[in-house]
């Protein structure tokens, strides 16, 4: 604490805005700093409970038609959440004993996981693969792995022989079969117990299927975890809440095998066993839950792995590809932020000379981050969205930069109070609050108003981000503006050391020749040119649709280049396009109906692009020309009714053409390629057939009502078939599209948003100009940022501008309103813009540096969301620095037309 009297003169008045808040922070202060402690605390407990959270309904469009289709449909058909897990034999085809067992392992690991539903499960093995053949006298249909195939054991030959003439009959090459026939599929669909694929547990399936397929091939060694005694439950190790009526059941006794892990190949992953081994229990009646058993409890044994096949490789699509990396994204996430705040704390420490003094504003941005994370959690609630998306990292971007800005600012602002007026930490936080509160309160509230943006977009995840972003301000606030300011007026005065960046000030007077008229009007210029780059770097990105794999991620992310690869071997299985026809119940044994379907199939089949479609009316007519001796003349729809249910017969809802009632028939189509344009022409083709064949029926049934027919989920028999589109490929479109019709309107947004913050806070159209260019440019930048990194554009890159805009938001407020205290009658615009430089501009500068040193760690991440958010953090860093020393000065330089009074010295936030 400090030893001098208080000195309440020596402090400026506050603003009337903010006077009546000073009791608040300084008054009470022991009393107020306890209670935003204690809230701190519980905030992070809350924020603490959150997972890992990759929903895929998040990042799509909800008013989208596709979409809605596609949700109303997945339970029917699937093609929700779909784990597309390929097994690649290096050396030899998959008629290998070796690779067989190995598939058989693989499908029922995949099987038994709780969130994958058995009817969406197709592999070789899985139960209910059939196929159908003609054969003299009718029709022959049978399973297609054969019945005399061994439980246990390998095949004989000849059982291989005819599993591979079976495989060729079912058509399954492509499909579930490689085109080369090296590798086998497992593909499942999740289902949950509440019903709904999109809440499915994305990371603890996939972490399931990494750790007991892939890690079990891979890993040349597994670990056997024993019960060092006999275990009961609640006792020994805690269970859910829903569980707790089990509590004293003897689950395991001494001696028995409790879990067998094969991911024990890093450092990292065997430590964490010291603490406690994840382990399915599982109870006499059948029902089962995952906790974390104590690791004393345990007795790990190191063996050869049985089932090591350095011969197979694993590859991981579909949904469940992109949540691949979400355990280790979500550990790695909160390494990054400790390393930011740890690499920003050094350098505050070598700009601020004080390593207690440096240490002030990373902890009030770690309490900010704690509020941001807890509030948004519980503004989740149980049935929203409470999970941690490392795509969504952006509201916890926005609080660490915007709080480490405005920390660093304030205690920058103390030292120099202390070092200019010689008084006490009390009276120096006093000043420094006074002098950087407002510019504070406008960059918080600028910041939230430029990220709040994100609400205008028609995707829930953004609209999350958006709320996420604004429940941020009130953290930031009391971490800032009231816990802050509390702590720097108990520190010591001997932490206001000189700045060892004093002996540098000389320098200042090359960068401040930038206030002359000439070198001004080129400092814009430059400035122009660099937006007007990225605008046009921007728009470039935005017309360069999805490439194969996920459009956010580079073409060399491990998920992209999976994609690629089962895309390859599997092109009938890789995310096809869905139109489903829609007709009343009982459709497909109706002829007019059947022929609708048939027609809209080959105008898709005949369509550029189109490698195959699949749909019921073809399957129609093999089955009824095999029932007439195979004849191609019979190779037709059968005419009646009767013939035409008994030519659909051998198709159930597990054959994915057709519901229950029939009232549904999808005609599954396969890209040659997964490009933007193949899908938008495939789609374009499909909304045509609509159109024609509606006009079509209507000009054939003169007496048939389209307003009747019109919006009718189930058409009655007077009605035209009605066709809507679903299925990965058109939700691939459908995000593709809401992604370029709103990468240049949040990019506007959020320009205009800090636009009006600046010209709020400057309340001149000069200071307005000048403190909006900063957050213009970094938008601009961030804007440009998918086209220069190589990236395509998707939903999850339309953060990026708002963010962008909102961190160099407060620093160009801080600088516009540094120069207008520097403005004096006998000093010119370079005598200002050196007084400027020298008084604030240490403090703008150590401010971008620390963020952009902290940022910088980020680029080391195994996630490319995350690299994403750390080159934009950096750059953003040090546009919102550069901008504010230079092009700030520059700009209010040319708008100035008198000088102005300068305020008192102590009135200063700089150095």
Request: proline share 7%; aromatic share 6%; hydrophobic share 55%.
């Amino acid at each position: 604490m400090s030893t001098r009297a208080p000195q309440a003169a020596a402090a400026p008045r506050a603003p009337p805005a903010l006077r009546a808040f000073e009791p608040l922070v300084f008054a009470r202060r022991r009393l107020v700093a306890a209670v935003l402690l204690a809230l701190t605390a519980i905030f992070a407990a809350v924020a603490a409970c959150s997972l890992p959270d990759a929903g895929r309904d998040r990042w799509l469009p909800g008013a989208h038609p596709y979409v809605q289709a596609d949700r109303q449909y997945r339970a029917q058909f699937g093609g929700a959440a779909q784990v597309q897990l390929l097994l690649l034999h290096r050396q030899g085809d998959i008629y290998d004993a070796g690779f067989l067992r190995r598939l058989r392992q693989a499908t029922e690991t995949v099987g038994a996981l709780p969130d994958v539903d058995p009817a969406q499960l197709h592999s070789l093995f899985a139960p209910g693969l059939d196929f159908v053949e003609a054969v003299e006298g009718g029709i022959y249909a049978g399973p297609v792995l054969p019945s005399d195939y061994p439980a246990q054991g390998d095949p004989a030959p000849a059982v291989l022989a005819r599993l591979r003439s079976n495989v060729a009959r079912a058509g399954l090459v492509g499909r579930l079969v490689s085109v080369d026939q090296r590798g086998a599929a497992v593909l499942a669909g999740l289902r949950p117990a509440g019903g709904d694929a999109a809440a499915a547990d994305l990371p603890g399936t996939v972490q399931q299927i990494v750790a007991q397929v892939h890690a079990r091939l891979s890993s040349p060694e597994r670990w056997v975890f024993r019960a060092a005694q006999d275990l009961v439950a609640g006792r020994d190790f805690g269970l859910p809440g829903a569980l707790r009526a089990r509590a004293g059941t003897l689950v395991f006794h001494r001696g028995d095998t409790v879990a067998v892990r094969y991911d024990g190949a890093t450092a990292w992953t065997r430590w964490s066993w010291r603490l406690a081994v994840p382990v399915r229990v599982q109870f006499a009646d059948g029902s089962a839950t995952p906790v974390r058993m104590p690791a004393r409890l345990l007795a790990a044994t190191g063996e050869a792995n049985p089932d090591y096949a350095p011969d197979i490789e694993v590859h991981l699509s579909g949904e469940l590809g992109r949540a691949a990396g979400l355990p280790r994204a979500a550990a790695e996430a909160g390494g990054f932020v400790a390393l930011l705040l740890a690499l920003a704390g050094a350098a505050l420490w070598l700009c601020l000379g004080s390593i207690r003094l440096a240490l002030l504003p990373v902890a009030a941005a770690l309490a900010a981050l704690a509020w941001q994370l807890g509030l948004s959690r519980l503004a989740a609630g149980s049935g929203g969205h409470g999970g941690l998306d490392p795509a969504a990292l952006a509201p916890a971007c926005l609080v660490l930069a915007v709080s480490l800005t405005q920390g660093a600012l304030l205690a920058a602002a103390w030292r120099r109070a202390i070092g200019l007026a010689d008084c006490c930490s009390f009276d120096a936080a006093l000043s420094a609050w006074r002098a950087v509160a407002p510019c504070t309160l406008a960059a918080v509230a600028g910041a939230a108003l430029c990220f709040g943006t994100l609400a205008a977009a028609p995707v829930p995840a953004l609209r999350t981000m958006a709320l996420d972003g604004v429940l941020g301000m009130p953290g930031e606030l009391a971490a800032n503006l009231v816990l802050l300011p509390i702590w720097l007026s108990g520190l010591g005065e001997r932490h206001a050391r000189p700045a060892p960046w004093r002996a540098l000030a000389p320098l200042w007077s090359l960068p401040a020749q930038v206030a002359r008229p000439p070198l001004a009007v080129c400092a814009l210029a430059l400035c122009g040119a660099v937006l007007g780059g990225a605008l046009w770097q921007g728009q470039r990105a935005a017309a360069d649709e999805a490439a194969a794999g996920a459009p956010e991620l580079r073409a060399q992310a491990a998920y992209n280049r999976d994609v690629r690869i089962v895309a390859a071997a599997l092109p009938l299985a890789a995310a096809p396009v869905e139109v489903i026809a829609r007709t009343g119940a009982d459709g497909c044994t109706r002829r007019e109906v059947m022929d609708q379907v048939d027609g809209l199939a080959q105008e898709l089949d005949d369509t550029a692009g189109v490698l195959a479609t699949r749909a019921l009316p073809a399957q129609a007519r093999l089955v009824n020309a095999a029932i007439n001796e195979g004849s191609p003349k019979f190779r037709v729809l059968p005419r009646g009714r009767e013939a035409l249910a008994h030519a659909v017969q051998p198709f159930t809802p597990a054959s994915g053409l057709l519901n229950e009632d029939c009232s549904a028939m999808p005609v599954w189509v396969f890209p040659a390629d997964r490009s933007g344009a193949t899908v938008a022409r495939i789609l374009r083709a499909a909304a045509a057939f609509d159109a024609a064949n509606a006009r079509a029926f209507y000009a054939g049934h003169p007496g048939a009502n389209a307003a009747s027919c019109n919006g009718s989920p189930q058409a009655p028999r007077q009605c035209p078939v009605q066709f809507v589109i679903a299925g990965g490929g058109a939700l691939i479109a459908a995000a593709d599209a809401t992604a370029a019709a709103w990468h240049c309107r949040l990019l506007l947004l959020a320009c205009l948003a800090a636009a009006v913050c600046a010209g709020l806070a400057a309340r001149s159209a000069g200071g307005a100009v000048a403190a909006a260019l900063p957050p213009i440019l970094a938008a601009a930048l961030a804007y440009a940022l998918p086209a220069v990194r190589g990236a395509g554009l998707s939903v999850q890159s339309l953060p990026l501008a708002a963010l962008a805009a909102a961190v160099a938001l407060g620093p160009a407020l801080h600088a516009q309103a540094a120069w207008k205290r520097q403005r004096a009658p006998a000093g010119g615009a370079v005598a200002a813009c050196r007084g400027f430089l020298d008084d604030s501009g240490i403090a703008l500068l150590l401010a971008g540096l620390a963020l952009g040193a902290g940022a910088a760690a980020w680029l080391f991440s195994a996630v490319p969301a995350q690299r994403e958010f750390g080159v934009l953090l950096a750059l953003s860093a040090g546009v919102g620095a550069l901008a504010g020393l230079l092009a700030v000065p520059a700009a209010l330089s040319l708008a100035a037309s008198a000088p102005r009074p300068a305020l008192p010295a102590d009135h200063s936030i700089g150095l």
